[in-house]
């Protein structure tokens, strides 16, 4: 029997002891989707305390306070950081059967030698613990990157961004970790949003030209895919909730452009078939570039107005979908794939029940590069252990697991890089499990060959960053 967080834990079976031990804890971590901010690691941020590591910006944290009954006050207010921490300690002996139970105790252990369970009773000895620590001179963003292991990571940078922080930390020498931008251009496909046109503006002055027209909207995105490309971005990324296609030719599409810029209201068909437009034109402009392209779907954004008013969007509130998108997604690649301009493309869902659909539309499509529609990592809400395995069980009954590009933590917090050894555990428990029911060959080599292919291999050759910044 494993006791909790001991270096056995989730490794029910000698197979998955030696997998983990032997071939997945030591592979290095290339974590290409998150969202911390560059600019934090150019400067080698410092914190003050554990609250502002941990509690500013996490979602995933603040549901649980809010579940437990915790004023918004001690969550997003302006309490003091003692407090907050105080509060999220208050909420975590109720968090067992969470994974956020286990992510914050193994947090606390492997960057800060905790082994107490935080609790009401612990938090101070705890904060006073890490506060040693983190205020001791050695501990920064760039230490916590380097002690995780971390080769690579790509964060998610808006089309008008300066991309500043990219290139002062690809000139900085004394940094060996590669950290490259992905293009993420929702503010340009949101034409429904009412601050489309003031995004459009944004995009002119960074792209120092006019864009009046849907012909200007192409010129100064193929010029930003361009600048992102000169910085080392080799991957784009968008939410599509929900994806739709309707198809739309350009002309069509310059007459909905240039109404939406005068005001004009549009209908959910002509929304639909702008979208649709502009997805495919990225597409080729990727698959130009050799990029990868990542489909995020299945979330409903900002369920709870009343909270989004007051604090508002991407603090917490957002909620798996129950949509199709099998249809519209698979008319979205085709029409790529029909004029062979179908890039390397990652789909997500943050509907688990979506893996299999996902896994048969992706399987549809490709040949020409290994693994090249990937089912994403198990995002969001599902990156815990049943999600997980619900979804490598999905890429190996439907696709290549052998081929899958691994774990990314999608997170935005700098200690989340432990959940690449979480991840690792539950995979070579999985693997082990089917190699003592005889399900797969039980042969270290064989398996312990595809466990460190999945880890980190396959990403970097997928991603395929040569000449794009250090390298991994």
């Known amino acids: 029997m494993n006791g909790f967080l001991s270096d056995n834990f989730f490794l029910e079976n000698e197979t998955a002891v030696s997998l983990y031990h032997q071939y997945a804890k030591a592979m290095p971590i290339f974590d290409y989707h998150c969202h911390i901010n560059p600019q934090d690691i150019a400067e080698d941020k410092r914190y003050e305390n554990i609250t502002q590591l941990w509690l500013y910006g996490d979602h995933y944290k603040w549901r649980a306070m809010r579940a437990c009954g915790i004023d918004e006050q001690y969550i997003t207010g302006d309490a003091p950081d003692w407090s907050k921490f105080q509060k999220w300690a208050e909420t975590m002996p109720y ?254 869902s943050l509907n688990p029940n979506d893996y299999e659909v996902l896994s048969t539309v992706g399987g549809s499509f490709g040949g020409d590069i290994p693994g090249k529609i990937q089912l994403g990592s198990a995002w969001w809400f599902n990156d815990q252990k049943p999600g997980i395995e619900k979804q490598l069980t999905a890429c190996a009954n439907l696709s290549l697991l052998g081929r899958f590009i691994g774990m990314t933590t999608d997170s935005r917090s700098f200690l989340s890089y432990t959940r690449h050894e979480y991840f690792r555990r539950v995979l070579c428990n999985l693997l082990g499990k089917w190699a003592e029911n005889g399900e797969i060959p039980r042969d270290l080599n064989l398996l312990g060959q595809m466990v460190q292919n999945i880890c980190y291999n396959n990403a970097v050759e997928y991603f395929d960053l040569a000449g794009s910044g250090k390298g991994c």
């Open 95 to 348: 968090c067992i059967g969470n994974p956020l139970y286990l992510w914050s105790q193994l947090e606390l252990k492997r960057y800060f030698g905790v082994d107490e369970l935080l609790s009401p009773a612990t938090a101070e000895i705890i904060w006073d613990k890490c506060s040693r620590i983190i205020n001791g001179g050695a501990f920064s963003v760039r230490k916590i990157i380097e002690q995780s292991g971390v080769t690579a990571l790509c964060t998610t940078d808006n089309p008008v961004d300066t991309l500043e922080s990219h290139k002062a930390l690809r000139n900085d020498a004394a940094f060996k970790v590669t950290v490259l931008p992905a293009f993420r251009p929702d503010t340009f496909l949101n034409i429904d949003k009412p601050d489309f046109a003031d995004w459009i503006k944004k995009l002119a002055a960074s792209s120092r030209m006019p864009v009046q027209t849907l012909e200007d909207l192409q010129r100064a995105l193929a010029q930003r895919i361009a600048f992102f490309h000169e910085a080392g971005c080799r991957l784009s990324d968008h939410a599509l909730d929900p994806v739709t296609y309707e198809a739309c030719g350009e002309e069509e599409a310059a007459g909905i452009f240039a109404k939406a810029l005068n005001a004009g209201c549009l209908n959910e068909k002509e929304i639909h078939k702008y979208k649709t437009w502009l997805l495919l034109f990225l597409g080729r402009a990727y698959a130009q570039k050799g990029w990868a392209m990542q489909y995020h779907m299945g979330a409903v954004r900002n369920v709870n107005e009343k909270m989004r008013r007051q604090i508002g969007s991407d603090t917490g509130f957002d909620a798996a979908g129950d949509y199709p998108c099998a249809p519209a997604l698979g008319k979205l690649l085709d029409s790529l794939d029909s004029t062979g301009q179908l890039p390397k493309t990652i789909l997500y």
